[in-house]
DNA sequence: ATATATTGCGTTATCGATAACGCAAAGTGC
DNA sequence: GCACTTTGCGTTATCGATAACGCAATATAT
């Protein structure tokens, strides 16, 4: 492996004038910067990290803008968890990640957690922009380096880069699981119609899981009948007086059931509570969330869909240290694996998650 | 952040001392050796692994003994992706990863592989014991470390972690996905039986697979007949051979296929040659082989179990360093999270690989 | 009692990159 | 022509952990 000090020796120069041309930081001719670029290629020339990283005694703060833990079902609280992880490993090296947490549902609480982490002595942001409009004015001013999450702002000059999912192929994902549960399921004097839940919030990756799987029925089993209920509050008794005032108004139980979040909870304990008639409808949902697993692992839930939060937010923190700190070429854009999960496979990914 | 300065002041002794009882490299007594290990717990200490890779300019070598690249059917090419890519992350700080292939097919050339390796000057090992009995003996008159992948030899007293897949659970999860794929179509004329292709070999994780395929449909389609058929050579034209063969013999179709290793590809490229019909019936099978994907996409095959063989080669690699050179706790036992592919999601997995 | 071994500890050079500091030579302004 | 700035470069301390080396003070052997 070669050193700055080898590179140095072959042109003939001090390792502080190689120092200042790899960094651009001036003092040096022009003839010498390109003897020593040449040489540093072949070379082969790699910068030892660790050196780097022990003289680097400066403490690199990174900000987090994100929802509530508790907000869109407990997503977010896994989205931290994938965070912290990251923060752990970083602040091991003398790094900090700060959280600016804010209320979705708040215009004020959003743009007021923005502006905070942006006055703050953050280097670089990890950001998930939920509510784009109200955010997107601060974003224009600033000159940190952001990495979008969740939801993506593509014409920013700041967007370094920006990790998601891709929502409506995830709703059609979710309409092929549902085609094949109910395929076979013909009982005669059943209702033809499959409930959708759509849960609160106008969260635009909802009405696209939505879209995708509407688009994915109507494709494969235009005969079906889509009925949509809209719930209104985050809350599984709300859930619950939703379904029931349902079933009170319809006789016949829907031939499977989507629920376009992590509410598929709230609806399988509805189910159960009803008892095996009805935990036995089909019923997909999406992710996975800790205590919850059991009504995936009894089959009340049948297929559930992943996007691995806590990968989303590791995976985010990752690539703002591996952009900031070490300025490597990070991806500009990660779109993160859909997973299906059913209860063959949920033990499989909970053991793999904290190792 | 304490360093170890920080420690030994407190203490009242010098930095090498801190570091001599860290090590346990003898020369301290046990009194003080108590005091540095109560202050280092309240001061928090971490160490900089910075400072120690730097320190470090030992080269650490690493051996890997797995099969030929294009045995089971590419599978091991992939995993031989994953490790090459954690060698290169691993080798710019100095270090090597040397493969020591070997015919799966052949004792001699497994024992060779591997008695070249415990030779070679690795410091620890990343072995696939694809033939454990062959390998056993040879691993026991050792003493370097070793990391286990695939294949499991739980009793060796080397075995520092074993990293793979639970093959039975895949087998189910397979009959799971087949019972759905075929309870919605009911063509009456069709014969009830499934074809197992059952690839050559006797790894036995195929015949784990299979005896979880068999397990479940038995459970949930008890009256499906399950018909097997063997093929002897890892080779497309051998399995269009064999199925042409079966095909004459068999005026009716199957009403679904499952296939327990990427043959799976030979077998849709089979379908496809004999038109829609064929093309058309529900085919499962395993791993996302490059330039094969196709035929996920086109919806020849339904479903692709996959447990990501390049996560395992990295993973391996990743844990052999942090076991050897870093010293972390490792877990002793990872299994890889079972992934079901299909034409909604296989772009999202594609696309994720290799970033 | 003398020779040798062991124990317990301090001191120090080292790994490679960084950036502050210093200094001579060349350039600029009046 | 004198005072100054800028340019181009070398020198050096530093980051924290490591391990070789040295040196007393004991312990053990003969």
Redesign the interface.
């Known amino acids: 492996?070669a050193t700055m000090k080898d590179i140095a020796e072959a042109v003939g120069v001090s390792t502080g004038t190689v120092d200042r041309i790899i960094h651009s930081r001036g003092r040096y001719s022009e003839k010498t910067a390109a003897q020593v670029r040449t040489v540093m290629k072949e070379l082969n020339y790699?910068p030892?990290?660790?050196?780097?990283?022990?003289k680097r005694t400066k403490k690199h703060i990174f900000g987090v803008v994100v929802p509530y833990r508790d907000q869109d079902g407990g997503y977010w609280r896994l989205v931290e968890e994938g965070i912290l992880k990251a923060a752990d490993e970083l602040t091991?090296?003398?790094n900090d990640v700060r959280i600016f947490p804010f209320d979705r549902y708040s215009s004020k609480s959003c743009t007021d957690a923005l502006s905070d982490a942006l006055s703050s002595d953050a280097e670089g942001l990890l950001i998930a922009p939920c509510r784009p409009d109200d955010m997107r004015g601060l974003l224009e001013q600033t000159n940190i380096p952001c990495i979008l999450i969740d939801t993506d702002i593509p014409d920013l000059t700041q967007r370094t880069a920006y990790i998601g999912q891709?929502s409506r192929?995830?709703g059609?994902?979710s309409g092929?699981l549902m085609?094949?549960?109910i395929?076979?399921?013909?009982s005669a004097g059943q209702a033809s119609y499959v409930l959708i839940v759509d849960p609160p919030g106008n969260n635009y990756h909802l009405s696209n899981r939505i879209d995708g799987f509407r688009c994915?029925m109507g494709a494969v089993m235009p005969e079906m009948k889509l009925v949509t209920i809209k719930a209104e509050v985050d809350d599984e008794h709300h859930f619950h007086g939703r379904l029931e005032e349902f079933c009170v108004n319809n006789q016949a139980l829907p031939r499977g059931i989507f629920v376009a979040d992590s509410s598929v909870y709230y609806i399988a304990s509805f189910l159960e509570k009803k008892g095996d008639e009805y935990a036995s409808v089909p019923l997909v949902g999406y992710d996975i969330i800790p205590g919850r697993e059991f009504t995936v692992e009894n089959g009340t839930i049948d297929f559930i869909l992943t996007q691995q939060p806590e990968a989303q937010g590791y995976r985010g923190i990752i690539m703002l240290y591996d952009d900031i700190v070490l300025k490597k070429e990070i991806?500009k854009e990660?779109?993160?694996?859909?997973?299906?999960i059913?209860?063959?496979?949920i033990?499989?990914?909970m053991?793999?998650m904290n190792?």
């Not at 030892?48 to 022990?54: P, S, T």
Request: glycine content about 10%.
């Open positions: 492996m790699i030892n990290i660790h050196a780097r990283g022990l091991s090296f003398g891709n192929q995830s059609m994902l092929k085609s094949l549960l395929s076979g399921k013909t994915f991806h990660v779109i993160t694996p859909l997973n299906i059913t209860r063959e496979n033990h499989t990914f053991g793999y190792s």
